[in-house]
């Protein structure tokens, strides 16, 4: 039990598919975010929340939309997803957005594969 | 995660010392992170560095050296349950990662 609770866990969809990851946090934090992780990568940060604005977007594709309803749930809408979208993808949570020590907490995350 | 640099991959034996190195590059550094991550689990914290110097617990110690770059996370008496991938993060406005050292522990 890690505190932040992803669905699904794994997930395959064809290219022309909408589906939405979920992510919840119950450890009281403010800031949220999303991670990709592809094999022998590092974690790409894909966007931040804190409390439940968007404070950062990596030049994530626009096929990716976050959604963040409140300071515990946070959403990625998928649509007309590439083969190359296949990886890990992390939801995490922090007391505050990044800038001091507070560790970001991670759920188990989503095996995405693209078909 | 271009400019920070840890190893691909460690092997050791189960009992002994195994220590990972990190060097980074930041024009704004406020600490960096050293995570755990265990195949097909979420990372997990397992120190954070803001400081120069060493930081013990219990069996895994991590250390800094801002004005190098550098830091290591050193992992003593090991276990089999220490195979993970372990992953250097430096923290400027936002955390950024490196692509993980995968520690195999063998008996």
């Known amino acids: 039990e890690t505190g932040v609770t992803q669905t699904p866990r794994h997930l395959v969809m064809g290219m022309t598919n909408k589906k939405s990851l979920k992510c919840e946090q119950h450890l009281g934090h403010n800031a949220m975010y999303w991670y990709k992780q592809s094999a022998k990568k590092p974690l790409e940060l894909m966007f931040v929340y804190n409390f439940k604005e968007q404070t950062e977007n990596n030049s994530v594709p626009s096929r990716f939309s976050p959604e963040c309803p409140n300071s515990s749930h946070l959403f990625l809408h998928l649509h007309t997803l590439q083969p190359e979208d296949s990886a890990l993808y992390l939801c995490a949570s922090s007391q505050r957005a990044p800038g001091g020590e507070a560790p970001l907490h991670f759920g188990n995350g989503t095996r995405l594969t693209v078909t | ?107």
């Open chain 2, 1 to 107: 995660g271009q400019n920070i640099d840890q190893p691909t991959e460690m092997t050791a034996t189960e009992g002994a010392i195994v220590q990972i190195n990190c060097t980074y590059q930041t024009s704004g550094f406020n600490g960096l992170f050293w995570y755990q991550q265990h195949a097909g689990e979420a990372p997990t914290f397992l120190s954070y560095n803001v400081l120069d110097g060493l930081e013990e617990k219990g069996r895994f110690s991590s250390f800094l050296s801002r004005s190098k770059g550098y830091s290591y996370l050193l992992l003593k008496e090991l276990q089999m349950k220490d195979s993970a991938s372990y992953l250097c993060a430096f923290n400027d406005y936002k955390l950024s990662f490196g692509a993980g050292t995968t520690v195999t522990v063998r008996a």
